[in-house]
């Protein structure tokens, strides 16, 4: 993992403006922000198209960030080695698009990235249970993938304290990542509850400064 403070905020480009994204990725490295989650999606595995290999390589020649890649597409293994040569730092895919996850997850490793593991609102734990070990994040979705601006879905909250035992059951240190309504309002108790990188599409970019905003969500995540 890159350096990183212990809470990581992660602006989703989907929220973004799409006209300019290479001035929107420079003007999060300038507010501070380190990471940067691309929601990618096929039309297929989620209703919704967005963005593919070739926007991110275009773009990884402007940033520094890292990028944290969100495949909600079917049949991940087909483009791995696509994002990976495209820029992409970590790649996550959905559990429930996989086939054969253990093989997908050891491929990814294989690619160099950093691997990922989503899991949809109501899919349960126990789909990653056994991979824990090789993974360096999962990430619990706070909505059902596909759109954004979506509100939270309660149930979720108990599902990452529950994932946060069971990782450290087994001493591992996989992040937990939530994505989907997280807010200033809520991002502190979902720390509470377990989850360490929070990503937040338009409760971030609708609230311009960009530094101002970063501020609003670590000020509310680390208050005591």
Not at 85 to 104: I, S
Not at 129 to 148: A, H, K, S, W
Request: glycine content about 8%.
């Amino acid at each position: 993992m890159p350096t990183t403070p212990p809470n990581i905020l992660t602006p989703s480009l989907l929220s973004s403006d799409f006209s300019r994204i290479g001035e929107e990725l420079v003007a999060l490295e300038q507010a501070g922000l380190e990471w940067v989650h691309w929601d990618v999606m096929d039309g297929a595995f989620v209703p919704n198209i967005t963005f593919g290999p070739p926007v991110i390589k275009a773009c990884r020649k402007r940033s520094r960030l890292f990028f944290d890649v969100h495949l909600m597409i079917q049949e991940p293994d087909r483009y791995l080695a696509d994002f990976v040569d495209a820029g992409a730092n970590m790649l996550c895919v959905h559990a429930e698009a996989c086939v054969h996850l253990e093989r997908t997850v050891s491929e990814i490793s294989r690619l160099g990235a950093k691997v990922g593991v989503a899991l949809n609102p109501h899919t349960p734990l126990n789909m990653v249970e056994y991979l824990l070990p090789q993974l360096d994040m999962v990430l619990v979705m706070t909505v059902n993938p596909g759109f954004g601006g979506q509100s939270f879905i309660p149930f979720t909250m108990h599902k990452v304290r529950q994932l946060r035992a069971m990782i450290q059951e087994i001493g591992a240190e996989t992040f937990i990542q939530v994505d989907g309504g997280v807010t200033p309002d809520n991002i502190r108790e979902l720390a509470d509850h377990g989850a360490n990188v929070f990503v937040s599409g338009s409760a971030f970019f609708g609230y311009p400064p960009y530094a101002d905003r970063l501020e609003t969500f670590m000020r509310a995540v680390n208050k005591s």
